[in-house]
């Protein structure tokens, strides 16, 4: 597995090997064990899958406070997307600022999106399915979202219209909640 720092702390891209044949091919997108060994010591309860039939529907930006907060891994099946992380843990040189990584069905890329950050994507393309690992269950009571056109933020999602859900289009300014995380000291 290739893994890939990105321009913030602890986000990050990881690849895995694909092994192929006149068949198609085949791919380890977790070993816990292997993982570790690279610094990466996560243990996954949930796996959500999620399709999008339209290009520029937009998920996001989302976050489960903590205790129950999450560590998420996450991976385009079919299709493409632009996946966000932003960093929003106080005290961290990062605050504020975000990352977008290409995922496509074709690259296989993954990327790793911790505790303490907002999440979200766009479908490139029409038919897009996105599957992540958690590292812990949902909870509704911990649920929460942030304006994916928050304008302190500025991220460049290419799209001016995307196709939101009730809940992403009402979400709030990151400055209306502020931040449930710390960073942790390293």
């Known amino acids: 597995m290739d893994l890939v720092p990105t321009s913030l702390a602890d986000v990050v891209i990881l690849t895995p090997r694909r092994f192929g044949d006149a068949r198609g091919?085949?791919?380890?997108?977790?070993?816990?064990?292997?993982?570790?060994?690279?610094?990466?010591?996560?243990?996954?309860?949930?796996?959500?899958?999620?399709?999008?039939?339209?290009?520029?529907?937009?998920?996001?930006?989302?976050?489960?406070?903590?205790?129950?907060?999450?560590?998420?891994?996450?991976?385009?099946?079919?299709?493409?997307?632009?996946?966000?992380?932003?960093?929003?843990?106080?005290?961290?040189?990062?605050?504020?600022?975000?990352?977008?990584?290409?995922?496509?069905?074709?690259?296989?890329?993954q990327l790793l999106v911790p505790k303490g950050f907002l999440h979200g994507f766009v479908s490139l393309t029409d038919d897009t399915e996105v599957q992540y690992k958690c590292t812990d269950f949902y909870s509704p009571d911990d649920d929460g979202a942030v304006r994916w056109d928050d304008p302190a933020l500025?991220?460049?999602?290419?799209?001016?219209?995307?196709?939101?859900?009730?809940?992403?289009?009402?979400?709030?300014?990151?400055?209306?909640?502020?931040t449930p995380f710390r960073r942790e000291a390293t």
């Open 154 to 178: 500025g991220i460049d999602w290419g799209i001016s219209a995307p196709i939101l859900s009730d809940k992403d289009a009402r979400a709030p300014l990151l400055a209306e909640i502020g």
């Open 25 to 109: 091919w085949f791919t380890e997108t977790w070993n816990a064990s292997r993982m570790a060994e690279a610094g990466l010591d996560l243990t996954f309860v949930q796996d959500n899958h999620s399709f999008s039939a339209a290009k520029g529907t937009l998920r996001g930006l989302h976050f489960q406070r903590p205790p129950r907060a999450q560590d998420k891994l996450v991976r385009c099946s079919r299709g493409a997307i632009l996946d966000v992380a932003v960093d929003i843990r106080e005290g961290s040189p990062t605050y504020g600022r975000w990352v977008a990584v290409e995922l496509t069905a074709d690259n296989g890329r």
